[in-house]
C-alpha cells in the first residue's frame, strides 16, 4: 500500500507535465527526451557496475545529449553522420588499454547509446514531423494528440497488465526473465493498448483514418510490454531489482520509459512507410 501510495503521488504531477510537454511539442519535447535519454542511460550504465563493468558514462551521456540536439536542430540524415563520429570517439577511448574489461566497457556504451538514444531520436522526429507527413495543410495540432494517445496507450497496457495479471494471471508469460508476469496479464496489457487507440484516437483525431489507430494499439500492446520484458532482462543480468531510485514507487527512469523506448523505432517506422 505504501508503495501505491508513492507510485499515485508520483503520478499525480508526472503524468500531466509529461503530457503538456508532448502535446507542446517543439523545445518542450525536446527537453522531455534530453532528460529521459540522459537519466535513462546513465542507469543502464550504472547497473553494471555490480558486475564489475564500467561504462564511459560522462562520455556516453554527453555524446548521446550531442546525437540527440543533432537530430532536433539539423537533420534525421546528420544525426546519422553524427552517431558514426559518436561510434568512432568510443572506439578510440577504447585504446586506453590502462583499464581492465575496456572492450566491454566499449560495447557496453555503445549498445547503449544505440538502444536507448537512438530510438528515442527516433520519437523525436516522429514529433517533429508527424504533421507534415499526415496533414501537412492542417494547423491542427494533430501530432500533440497522437502523443497524448500514445502516452495513455503505454500506461493503461501497463496498468491493465498488472491487473490482469495480479486477478486473473494463472500461466508464466517468461519466468526466467520476469517471475511475476502472466499470459494473462499480457493478454490484458494489449487489449488495453488497442482499446484506447481505438475508442479514443477517433474521437481526439477524427481526420486521420482509424487503421493507424489499431495498428499504433498493436504496436504498443505488443512491443511495448516486449520492452519492459527486455529491460527486465538487462536487470536480471546485472543483479539489480531497479535501475535507481529516482521515482519513488516506480523505480527508475529507465524503468519507467522502457516501454516508450522500445515502441518508438516501430511507431516510427508506420507513419515514415505514410510519408513514402
Not at 193 to 201: D, N, P, S, T
Request: aromatic letters at 16%; a positive charge.
Amino acid at each position: 500500500m505504501k508503495d501505491l501510495t508513492r507510485r499515485v503521488l508520483m503520478a499525480l504531477w508526472g503524468i500531466p507535465l509529461i503530457l503538456l510537454l508532448s502535446y507542446l511539442g517543439g523545445y518542450f519535447f525536446l527537453v522531455l527526451i534530453v532528460i529521459i535519454n540522459g537519466l535513462s542511460l546513465w542507469e543502464f550504465y550504472s547497473i553494471y557496475q555490480t558486475q564489475h563493468y564500467y561504462a564511459y558514462r560522462k562520455m556516453g551521456v554527453f555524446l548521446s545529449t550531442v546525437l540527440v540536439l543533432v537530430s532536433f536542430y539539423l537533420s534525421f540524415e546528420l544525426e546519422l553522420i553524427a552517431m558514426v563520429i559518436v561510434m568512432i570517439l568510443l572506439l578510440l577511448r577504447h585504446l586506453k588499454i590502462s583499464e581492465p574489461s575496456s572492450s566491454l566497457n566499449t560495447t557496453l556504451t555503445i549498445s547503449g547509446i544505440f538502444y536507448i538514444t537512438f530510438f528515442l531520436t527516433l520519437l523525436l522526429q516522429l514529433r517533429i514531423n508527424l504533421n507534415s507527413w499526415i496533414a501537412p495543410e492542417t494547423t491542427e495540432n494533430i501530432a500533440g494528440k497522437y502523443f497524448v494517445l500514445l502516452w495513455a496507450a503505454i500506461w493503461f497496457c501497463d496498468t491493465a497488465a498488472y491487473f490482469g495479471g495480479k486477478y486473473l494471471g494463472k500461466h508464466k508469460l517468461a519466468p526466467k526473465t520476469s517471475p511475476n508476469k502472466t499470459i494473462e496479464g499480457g493478454i490484458s496489457g494489449f487489449l488495453g493498448a488497442v482499446l484506447v487507440f481505438g475508442i479514443l484516437g477517433s474521437i481526439l483525431i477524427p481526420t486521420l483514418n482509424p487503421i493507424y489507430f489499431w495498428i499504433s494499439g498493436i504496436i504498443v500492446g505488443i512491443f511495448g510490454q516486449l520492452g519492459d520484458l527486455v529491460e527486465s532482462r538487462f536487470k536480471r543480468d546485472a543483479g539489480v531489482k531497479d535501475t535507481s531510485s529516482l521515482l519513488p514507487g516506480h523505480g527508475g527512469f529507465f524503468d519507467r520509459f522502457d516501454s516508450l523506448i522500445f515502441v518508438s523505432p516501430f511507431i516510427f517506422i508506420l507513419f515514415y512507410w505514410i510519408r513514402i
